[in-house]
DNA sequence: AGTTCAATTTATGGATCCAATGTCAAGAGT
DNA sequence: ACTCTTGACATTGGATCCATAAATTGAACT
């Protein structure tokens, strides 16, 4: 995992600067610490974050294009002010994309070699709630295990077009499936979310399984909203930025 | 196009190098001229394109997020192979994209000036059909009131997350919307599948209209199948070039 | 003869330097 | 006093150079 200490790293460092300035810039972005609006020069990153100018043009070109920032003619780039509403919406783009993977499969249903794999997926996750106790490794077993069913959901669609288009759907704070584990990652008490979230899992592919293409996808789209059931979500949101 | 040193040449037609490399290699794919699968080396293309390898390096960049090219790990990039999967794929994500924005526009209704705007667009293309005949302005007018309706949709969704999906979804040949009357451009006899894809509008208004959410994103995610109707586009397609 | 390991080569990623362009400010003229 | 013009500065975009990592090929050993 990547520490959030800026320009605490020594010179030598495991992550290559590319992705460490992206990920610095995200983090920044979405904690409300590059307010929107507010002019990002490619000199004052790079020194802030201790690296060249290059990773940090390039950076901002991939968040650009992300959406994340926005450019300001020839006077550089700004952050850009991300609402409830947008993260809403990306969430919603989500469901419906993860829908169409799970209409897809439950229409063309499952090879033996599929049904085995989501099997397995879902008894890896099951393990993690039957132990009872929740500790962080808990936690990081079942990020793991989260994406693992997602990626599996959408690669075996068979339609990579989802799989892109999720890419860079998922840029957006709190949009990715990701956001499930790693956004309430302080606060272990939050048992049901996941276990609720294990839930829908199992249910999915039991309407997979079971060749129900409508009830697939729409338990899909509604488990798309699993990362902000309880809504505080969004009030932390609204907290960290000021007006838009 | 070609630069002869002008000292005070009025308009901007000062090519930057950036905007060049990204155009030409747009061609390149576009025209066949790279082939699916061949490696796209920096220095070599570089090199081919009498540019220093920085254009070249961000302008597959930018082609990567697109979609055109794909990553071979550390070996570089590749020109991406376009099948007839992958086409049907990319109109099926652009269905349901476009079949959430309906669907949302259903469920919140339509203010007065959105309504005024819908019924003046369509109306725009009544006017096409109603002229009977069908010469190549007609075709023209066509493609701008088809991009300037699903454009409308989308834009009136208030959900920019599906415009942003949507923009990077497109950029696969026959999967944009503008397929409808680019692709068919050869074959003006072609008549009845521009005005069923008119109908398609009429109708998505008028579930619009009454409220009916289901209804119109039944139809929107049908009507992306408007530029493959015949199927015989995935015949020009396995034929290796659509277009040239 | 096949497989594996190591070394060399090649290509991408990063850093620094240079050029071009746009903006801001200050001064002068009306 | 206001506006226009010109010059200086800051910032992005491009080019070249260097390091690092990966792939391929060759040789040696089994």
């Known amino acids: 995992m990547d520490e959030h200490a800026p320009a605490d790293h020594p010179t030598k460092t495991r992550i290559k600067p590319g992705q460490y300035v992206i990920i610095s810039l995200r983090r920044m972005i979405a904690e409300g610490r590059l307010k929107p609006g507010e002019r990002i020069g490619e000199v004052a990153t790079a020194e802030a974050l201790g690296v060249s100018r290059m990773p940090v043009r390039t950076a901002l070109r991939t968040l650009e294009t992300e959406g994340l920032v926005v450019r300001l003619g020839a006077r550089g780039y700004a952050a850009r002010a991300i609402t409830a509403s947008e993260i809403h919406g990306a969430i919603e783009v989500r469901g419906v994309l993860e829908g169409l993977a799970a209409h897809r499969l439950a229409r063309r249903g499952l090879t033996a070699s599929e049904e085995r794999e989501f099997r397995t997926c879902l008894s890896q996750g099951e393990a993690i709630f039957a132990d009872g106790a929740f500790g962080n490794g808990a936690l990081d077993l079942f990020y793991t295990y989260n994406l693992a ?40 008490s939050e048992y049901e979310h996941l276990l609720s979230a294990h839930r829908d899992h199992c249910n999915v592919v039991d309407a997979i399984a079971r060749r129900d293409d409508d009830a697939a996808e729409r338990l899909m789209r509604e488990h798309a909203w699993a990362a902000v059931r309880g809504e505080k979500v969004f009030e932390r949101i609204s907290a960290s930025r000021p007006a838009g």
Chains 1, 2 share one sequence.
Not at 155 to 174: H, K, W
């Open 149 to 188: 069913f997602h990626a599996l959901l959408v690669d075996a669609s068979g339609n990579p077009s989802i799989g892109a288009a999720l890419t860079r759907n998922n840029q957006l704070p709190f949009a990715s499936a990701a956001a499930l584990a790693l956004d309430w990652s302080d606060r272990p």
